[in-house]
């Protein structure tokens, strides 16, 4: 069982930075794909971005590149996302979320609560 919780969003000006930080309970957090998703108000979730247990892999939606950056630190249970050059289309909230196979589906085990991203124009 894998506990989930986001921390660090917020209301930003565009082309402003945020960083997001994904608290996570268990001693198995290393053996978990994790990734981040988002949902804006009347649209379906969609993929963000994906990061392997060791780091060694990264994923990143098109809308994304090269201006998100995700990474982990397992030593401190703690996935983060990098976010940079903000435009107010990335308005959502986002979610973290853990699993073993993981991809960009959204069929992941595990799911924080979600914190809210507001991007003024």
């Known amino acids: 069982q894998v506990q989930l919780v986001e921390s660090g969003g917020g209301l930003v000006q565009a082309g402003g930075s945020l960083r997001l930080s994904c608290a996570a309970s268990?001693?198995?957090?290393?053996?978990?794909?994790m990734g981040w998703f988002r949902q804006a108000p009347g649209k379906e979730r969609e993929f963000v971005a994906a990061?392997?247990?060791?780091?060694?892999?990264?994923y990143y939606a098109d809308s994304v590149k090269g201006r998100f950056t995700i990474s982990r630190d397992n030593a401190k249970n703690t996935e983060y996302l990098q976010m940079n050059s903000l435009k107010p289309e990335d308005t959502a909230v986002y979610y973290c979320?853990?699993?073993?196979?993981?991809?960009?589906?959204?069929?992941?085990?595990?799911w924080g609560q979600g914190t809210q991203v507001t991007v003024s124009s």
């Open positions: 979320a853990a699993d073993h196979i993981g991809g960009t589906s959204g069929e992941y085990d595990y």
């Open positions: 990061i392997s247990w060791s780091s060694g892999s990264t």
């Open positions: 268990g001693r198995t957090f290393r053996r978990y794909v």
